[in-house]
């Protein structure tokens, strides 16, 4: 596994609100499993308060003769800044330079074959910018002159078509937000190794906004016959990714995208054109995509018979499993990271189900003996990331965190154990199990696995 950069991320070592903006009685009503649900109106009262009149506290005003960055006025308030286009293409400030994807050796063998890591830990709400969204390539990416770029539909259509990407652009088009998940996110977490980080545990997961022409409406143009059942996705990169796509996948919510977080795609994901499959697994969403056929039965391409498949406990492998089911996970405090001291922490992560919408999430902070239901952030979308958080005080007292889905289906997403009763421990892809981050009494969080 690739080591952190040695440069020190402030945001690996978690502070809480001093203590005084809590009273005794509302420190009382919050236990090591959360805040009692009578008294959350009254805590976040308190803390907005307490915010409001911080100044006139004796604490903080102790404070303040000792701090020159309080007493005296810092050189970027006394000189002019940088003109308006000093960056034509606006980029982090350089004090965020460490929150940067990842490459893990361990899961592929050339540079061309990669995997880049979101840094999960490092992210607020449900959007990941483009910068950091995840990558996985099989033979590199490519950078193509979209003038030359064409999409063709054929097969069982009355009318094979092929669309020039201005074609595309002139059609009517959607925009929606969707998560995507590659089919091996938390692959290593099957066997009994541990990865260090939700970085590397979770990280082939991102959520951005998709534009582009529903699949639906170019389909209906070509006139495909309604008999059919299936399409082969193809994309235009060295490694001429295939893969089957299911109809009722491609009439209901499928994008042939363009444009991604409010500007075209960027070449590592696909630029000009990708194919969007909202729940199913990422390597669906073809990228470079150059053709559609419509077909009568699935396509058994190299990268669905050989690759993508679930090894089973009785050694057979099961085939053309794309959904992603319901998963979670707490991306703060998560493993790498450290709580300073004892107090008040919001446990926050992330939600999404590929066959519809979360509906509840729950935390457990003593390895899923006590469920308590945490809050969400927003309205959450169909087969989208969704943000939640849980008001938890740590008393410098070992504990288990974990975080357990409910969609909009009814699932639950399973214990480790559950699902290694069903699936075994060979398999790679397909891991919806819930994590496990332990906070050792020192305040150092790391992986482990219960069960």
């Given at each position: 596994?690739?080591?952190?950069?040695?440069?020190?991320?402030q945001?690996?070592?978690?502070?809480?609100?001093?203590?005084?903006?809590?009273?005794?009685?509302?420190?009382?009503?919050?236990?090591?499993?959360?805040?009692?649900?009578?008294?959350?109106?009254?805590?976040?009262?308190?803390?907005?308060?307490?915010?409001?009149?911080?100044?006139?506290?004796?604490?903080?005003?102790?404070?303040?003769?000792?701090?020159?960055?309080?007493?005296?006025?810092?050189?970027?308030?006394?000189?002019?800044?940088?003109?308006?286009?000093?960056?034509?293409?606006?980029?982090?400030?350089?004090?965020?330079?460490?929150?940067?994807?990842?490459?893990?050796?361990?899961?592929?063998?050339?540079?061309?074959?990669?995997?880049?890591?979101?840094?999960?830990?490092?992210?607020?709400?449900?959007?990941?910018?483009?910068?950091?969204?995840?990558?996985?390539?099989?033979?590199?990416?490519?950078?193509?002159d979209?003038?030359?770029?064409?999409?063709?539909?054929?097969?069982?259509?009355?009318?094979?078509?092929?669309?020039?990407?201005?074609?595309?652009?002139?059609?009517?088009?959607?925009?929606?937000?969707h998560?995507?998940?590659?089919?091996?996110?938390?692959?290593?977490?099957?066997?009994?190794?541990?990865?260090?980080?939700?970085?590397?545990?979770?990280?082939?997961?991102?959520?951005?906004?998709?534009?582009?022409?529903?699949?639906?409406?170019?389909?209906?143009?070509?006139?495909?016959?309604?008999?059919?059942?299936?399409?082969?996705?193809?994309?235009?990169?060295?490694?001429?990714?295939?893969?089957?796509?299911?109809?009722?996948?491609?009439?209901?919510?499928?994008?042939?995208?363009?444009?991604?977080?409010?500007?075209?795609?960027?070449?590592?994901?696909?630029?000009?054109?990708?194919?969007?499959?909202?729940?199913?697994?990422?390597v669906?969403?073809?990228?470079?995509?150059?053709?559609?056929?419509?077909?009568?039965?699935?396509?058994?391409?190299?990268?669905?018979?050989?690759?993508?498949?679930?090894?089973?406990?009785?050694?057979?492998?099961?085939?053309?499993?794309?959904?992603?089911?319901a998963?979670?996970?707490?991306?703060?405090?998560?493993?790498?990271?450290?709580?300073?001291?004892?107090?008040?922490y919001?446990?926050?992560?992330?939600?999404?189900s590929?066959?519809?919408?979360?509906?509840?999430?729950?935390?457990?902070?003593?390895?899923?003996?006590?469920?308590?239901?945490?809050?969400?952030?927003?309205?959450?979308?169909?087969?989208?990331?969704?943000?939640?958080?849980?008001?938890?005080?740590?008393?410098?007292?070992?504990a288990?965190?974990?975080?357990?889905?409910?969609?909009?289906?009814?699932?639950?997403?399973?214990?480790?154990?559950?699902?290694v009763?069903?699936?075994?421990?060979?398999?790679?892809?397909?891991?919806?199990?819930?994590?496990?981050?332990?906070v050792?009494?020192?305040?150092?969080?790391?992986?482990?696995?219960?069960?």
């Amino acid at each position: 596994m690739e080591e952190p950069s040695n440069t020190v991320d402030q945001r690996g070592q978690l502070r809480q609100a001093p203590e005084s903006f809590l009273s005794t009685e509302l420190i009382a009503s919050i236990s090591s499993a959360g805040v009692n649900a009578e008294r959350r109106g009254l805590l976040r009262a308190a803390l907005t308060a307490a915010l409001a009149t911080a100044a006139g506290s004796s604490a903080i005003a102790a404070s303040v003769g000792d701090d020159p960055d309080i007493v005296n006025l810092p050189e970027w308030s006394r000189t002019l800044g940088k003109p308006v286009l000093a960056n034509p293409y606006g980029q982090p400030s350089k004090f965020e330079a460490n929150i940067v994807r990842r490459q893990s050796p361990g899961l592929t063998q050339t540079d061309q074959s990669s995997v880049a890591f979101t840094p999960l830990q490092n992210l607020f709400g449900c959007i990941t910018p483009s910068g950091l969204h995840f990558e996985r390539h099989h033979q590199g990416w490519v950078d193509i002159d979209p003038r030359r770029h064409r999409l063709m539909i054929n097969g069982l259509v009355r009318e094979p078509l092929v669309f020039t990407l201005e074609d595309l652009l002139r059609m009517p088009s959607v925009s929606r937000m969707h998560f995507l998940e590659c089919g091996a996110n938390t692959a290593q977490e099957w066997g009994n190794s541990a990865v260090p980080t939700v970085q590397y545990s979770h990280g082939m997961l991102s959520g951005s906004e998709w534009t582009g022409v529903p699949l639906s409406v170019l389909l209906e143009r070509a006139g495909f016959d309604k008999a059919a059942n299936y399409l082969l996705a193809e994309g235009a990169d060295g490694s001429g990714m295939t893969r089957t796509i299911s109809m009722e996948a491609a009439l209901d919510d499928a994008i042939v995208a363009y444009g991604q977080n409010g500007e075209m795609l960027r070449p590592e994901q696909g630029y000009p054109l990708r194919l969007v499959v909202p729940g199913v697994q990422g390597v669906s969403w073809v990228k470079w995509l150059r053709r559609l056929e419509v077909g009568d039965k699935p396509y058994a391409t190299k990268d669905e018979a050989s690759h993508y498949v679930d090894l089973m406990p009785d050694g057979q492998m099961r085939q053309y499993a794309a959904i992603q089911e319901a998963k979670s996970v707490i991306t703060a405090p998560s493993g790498g990271q450290k709580l300073l001291q004892r107090g008040y922490y919001c446990i926050t992560g992330l939600a999404w189900s590929g066959r519809g919408t979360v509906r509840k999430v729950e935390v457990s902070t003593d390895g899923g003996r006590n469920w308590r239901e945490a809050r969400l952030e927003g309205t959450p979308q169909s087969k989208m990331l969704t943000r939640f958080n849980f008001d938890w005080v740590w008393q410098n007292s070992p504990a288990l965190l974990q975080s357990r889905v409910h969609d909009s289906t009814g699932y639950i997403q399973p214990q480790r154990a559950q699902l290694v009763a069903a699936r075994g421990t060979r398999s790679i892809y397909h891991n919806n199990a819930i994590q496990t981050w332990r906070v050792r009494d020192t305040g150092e969080v790391d992986n482990v696995q219960l069960g």
